[in-house]
């Protein structure tokens, strides 16, 4: 069993920053592929950006490429999203994932933290 917790979620304007911060933790030994996904009101769960281990293989959707920087923490089992030029479409709960596999995370088929959300305003 794999536990993801999110943090760093807050409002911000449009054109601002914003930082979150995600950990995982499970067996000891494994390192895990970790991402992020959005869900806006009324819309479906959409993948943000995924990284691997050791941060040599990372995916970008295309909405966020240039905006969004995914990378792994200085602790083991974390993962950094720095979101810059904030869009009110941006406005979301942002959940991270965690997988031993790549793969696994970029399908959405990781496990998830609870959320955190993300409010840009105009």
């Known amino acids: 069993q794999v536990q993801v917790v999110e943090s760093g979620g807050g409002l911000v304007q449009a054109g601002g920053s914003l930082r979150l911060s995600c950990a995982a933790s499970?067996?000891?030994?494994?390192?895990?592929?970790m991402g992020w996904f959005r869900q806006a009101p009324g819309k479906e769960r959409e993948f943000v950006a995924s990284?691997?281990?050791?941060?040599?293989?990372?995916y970008y959707a295309d909405s966020v490429k240039g905006r969004f920087t995914i990378s792994r923490g200085n602790a083991k089992n974390t993962v950094n999203l720095q979101m810059t030029s904030l869009e009110p479409e941006d406005t979301a709960v942002y959940y991270c994932s965690a997988d031993e596999k790549l793969p696994v995370v970029t399908a959405g088929k990781g496990s998830w933290g609870q959320g955190t959300r993300v409010t840009v305003s105009s």
């Open positions: 499970g067996r000891g030994f494994i390192t895990y592929a």
């Open positions: 990284i691997n281990w050791s941060g040599s293989s990372i």
